[in-house]
Each structure stands twice: as structure tokens, then as C-alpha cells.
């Protein structure tokens, strides 16, 4: 009786030893997975920032072209010179 019973509490320690270390390995992988995740939002964020800046570079030409054309230069240049002011601030404040 008492040998079933030690047997018994050996098992049960035994079992609740392993669950203890399958739980804690599971934990460490799904940091390791979280923290993979964070770095690769940390990279798309990035791209879709200079990606950004490439297509208001490209935007800003393509509006440079068209206040070429006689009819839309006045509209155009009226909105370029507030927007090259603040451009122009802003590069002023990054070279800073």
C-alpha cells in the first residue's frame, strides 16, 4: 500500500516536472516567434516609408511638368509656392 502510494507521488511529480518544462519551452518559442514578427513589421514599416518618399518625389515632378503648360501653370504654381516653403522647412529641420 505505502510502495503504491510513493509510486504514485513519484508519478505525479514526474508528470508535473514535464508539463512545467513543456510549457516553459512553448513560452520560449513564442517569444522567439514574437519577436521575429516585431522585426519584420520594424523592415515593412521602413520600405513603406521610403517608399512613400519616392512617390512624393515622383508626384512633386510630375506636378513640376504640368505647371510647364501655359493654362495650368497658374494654378499651379500658387499651390507649388506654399508647398515648396513647407518642403523646404522640413528639409531644413532633418539637415538639423
Given at each position: 500500500?505505502?510502495?503504491?502510494?510513493?509510486?504514485?507521488?513519484?508519478?505525479?511529480?514526474?508528470?508535473?516536472?514535464?508539463?512545467?518544462?513543456?510549457?516553459?519551452?512553448?513560452?520560449?518559442?513564442?517569444?522567439?516567434?514574437l519577436?521575429?514578427?516585431?522585426?519584420?513589421?520594424?523592415?515593412?514599416?521602413?520600405n513603406?516609408?521610403?517608399?512613400?518618399?519616392?512617390?512624393?518625389?515622383?508626384?512633386?515632378?510630375?506636378?513640376?511638368?504640368?505647371?510647364?503648360?501655359?493654362?495650368?501653370?497658374f494654378?499651379?504654381?500658387?499651390?507649388?509656392?506654399?508647398?515648396?516653403?513647407?518642403?523646404?522647412?522640413?528639409?531644413?529641420?532633418?539637415?538639423?
Open positions: 500500500m505505502i510502495t503504491a502510494l510513493i509510486l504514485s507521488e513519484i508519478l505525479f511529480y514526474l508528470s508535473v516536472s514535464l508539463a512545467i518544462i513543456i510549457v516553459g519551452i512553448l513560452c520560449v518559442i513564442v517569444a522567439y516567434h519577436v521575429r514578427i516585431a522585426k519584420e513589421l520594424e523592415q515593412i514599416t521602413h513603406l516609408h521610403d517608399a512613400s518618399d519616392d512617390v512624393l518625389e515622383r508626384i512633386q515632378t510630375v506636378i513640376e511638368k504640368l505647371s510647364g503648360l501655359p493654362i495650368l501653370s494654378f499651379l504654381n500658387r499651390a507649388g509656392v506654399k508647398k515648396e516653403a513647407a518642403r523646404r522647412s522640413r528639409a531644413a529641420k532633418k539637415t538639423e
